[in-house]
């Protein structure tokens, strides 16, 4: 009788034991996913890039084959033309030309695939909070560089932004 | 009886031991893993941050200058903008630059090239085929190359009347070569 409670209580220890090693084991595989959920979120984030700020900057001086009686229209003068549907002399939707323009202009400048560094990219123009251009291309990962930049034409305002995905 | 009872209890003491071990070691590697995989992943961000931002403000330092920069000439001041016009002129006249300034920019080559328009892209530009090509050679390049965006701008003629054509392009800035 003695002998029999004896092996219960240990039987009962060792379950005991068994049971706080799977709690310990279970904690800290929930604390390895909270880790890498927490970094992946921090990625996210992205890193503000000099270089995306200068090619915004040299793009928007761009002199597109949009032309006025000036000659070939600034990309930075086509957004406004494209935003109040003015057309150009030869007749071309000047918002047409807009995308046509910055669609080459991005793909000679950021080249992406899966043999590449960059997996993708975005363009967006936002003009008085409106969005007249949106260029998506490839695979939005969550590292990723980007600026933005803004000027004024009172009274409208235009809010250009650029973000490379990156493996 | 005894004995044997006794050396279970031994038994499940070492156990018990073992598993306190294990569960304070794994711990103790994950608190340490969170806070190193924190903290290097700050470290790894600034030094990409600037190391990207020394070797743009080079090429950048460089596209501003009086040698390159468009300044005013293209209606309003435009910066990230190089004169191309002047950089063919400074390139025709590099040998003359050197000796009197001798290695100014501090830099092992310096070279433009066009992105978009496309056409013409790998043709080197000399004074007779001059805008119809791509590249602009300040000169020679060794050493490491650091680039960036910049709008290549000119005055061209048409039409009996004068107009600024900007395109965009790349300069590129080569240092760290070995004949410094």
């Given at each position: 009788?003695?002998?029999?409670?004896?092996?219960?209580?240990?039987?009962?220890?060792?379950?005991?034991?068994?049971?706080?090693?799977?709690?310990?084991?279970?904690?800290?595989?929930?604390?390895?996913?909270?880790?890498?959920?927490?970094?992946?979120?921090?990625d996210r984030?992205g890193i503000?890039s000099?270089e995306i700020n200068s090619f915004i900057?040299s793009f928007?001086?761009?002199?597109?084959?949009?032309?006025?009686?000036?000659?070939?229209?600034?990309?930075?003068?086509?957004?406004?033309?494209?935003?109040?549907?003015?057309?150009?002399?030869?007749?071309?939707?000047?918002?047409?030309?807009?995308e046509e323009t910055l669609k080459e202009i991005t793909r000679e400048s950021w080249p992406f695939g899966p043999e590449r560094p960059i997996k993708g990219y975005e363009l967006k123009i936002?003009?008085?909070?409106?969005?007249?251009l949106g260029l998506y291309e490839g695979n939005q990962t969550n590292n990723f560089r980007g600026a933005?930049?803004?000027?004024?034409?009172?009274?409208?305002?235009?809010?250009v932004s650029f973000r490379a995905y990156y493996d | 009886?005894?004995?044997?009872?006794?050396?279970?209890?031994?038994?499940?003491?070492?156990?018990?031991?073992?598993?306190?071990?294990?569960?304070?070691?794994?711990?103790?590697?994950?608190?340490?893993?969170?806070?190193?995989?924190?903290?290097?992943?700050?470290?790894?961000?600034?030094?990409e941050?600037?190391?990207e931002?020394?070797?743009?403000?080079?090429?950048?330092?460089?596209?501003?200058?009086?040698?390159?920069?468009?300044?005013?000439?293209?209606?309003?001041?435009?910066?990230?903008?190089?004169?191309?016009?002047?950089?063919?002129?400074?390139?025709?006249?590099?040998?003359?630059?050197?000796?009197?300034?001798?290695?100014?920019?501090?830099?092992?080559?310096?070279?433009?090239k066009?992105i978009y328009p496309t056409?013409?892209a790998?043709?080197?530009?000399?004074?007779?085929?001059?805008?119809?090509?791509?590249?602009?050679?300040?000169?020679?390049?060794?050493?490491?190359?650091?680039s960036n965006f910049?709008?290549?701008?000119?005055?061209?003629?048409?039409?009996?009347?004068?107009?600024?054509?900007?395109?965009l392009?790349k300069?590129?800035?080569?240092?760290?070569?070995?004949?410094?």
């Amino acid at each position: 009788m003695k002998k029999n409670r004896g092996r219960d209580i240990g039987k009962r220890a060792q379950e005991e034991m068994v049971g706080f090693a799977l709690i310990v084991i279970f904690v800290a595989i929930i604390l390895l996913f909270l880790v890498v959920f927490y970094l992946r979120g921090q990625d996210r984030e992205g890193i503000e890039s000099y270089e995306i700020n200068s090619f915004i900057q040299s793009f928007l001086h761009y002199n597109t084959d949009c032309e006025d009686y000036f000659g070939g229209v600034e990309v930075r003068k086509l957004i406004f033309k494209c935003d109040d549907g003015i057309q150009c002399l030869d007749g071309r939707n000047s918002c047409d030309v807009l995308e046509e323009t910055l669609k080459e202009i991005t793909r000679e400048s950021w080249p992406f695939g899966p043999e590449r560094p960059i997996k993708g990219y975005e363009l967006k123009i936002i003009t008085n909070n409106k969005e007249i251009l949106g260029l998506y291309e490839g695979n939005q990962t969550n590292n990723f560089r980007g600026a933005m930049q803004d000027f004024t034409i009172a009274p409208d305002s235009v809010e250009v932004s650029f973000r490379a995905y990156y493996d | 009886m005894v004995r044997k009872m006794k050396n279970k209890k031994a038994q499940m003491k070492i156990q018990q031991m073992a598993f306190m071990l294990i569960a304070v070691t794994l711990f103790f590697v994950f608190a340490g893993l969170f806070f190193a995989m924190i903290v290097f992943s700050d470290i790894r961000k600034a030094a990409e941050g600037l190391e990207e931002r020394n070797a743009l403000l080079l090429v950048s330092k460089l596209a501003n200058s009086p040698e390159f920069a468009c300044g005013n000439a293209f209606g309003s001041f435009k910066t990230s903008c190089i004169d191309a016009d002047k950089a063919m002129a400074l390139k025709n006249n590099i040998e003359l630059y050197k000796d009197l300034k001798g290695n100014f920019w501090g830099v092992d080559g310096v070279e433009i090239k066009k992105i978009y328009p496309t056409d013409y892209a790998e043709i080197e530009c000399d004074s007779g085929n001059y805008p119809e090509c791509g590249k602009i050679t300040i000169f020679q390049k060794q050493g490491i190359g650091v680039s960036n965006f910049v709008a290549l701008c000119r005055k061209e003629g048409s039409g009996g009347f004068i107009e600024d054509k900007c395109e965009l392009a790349k300069i590129i800035v080569y240092y760290g070569g070995d004949n410094n």
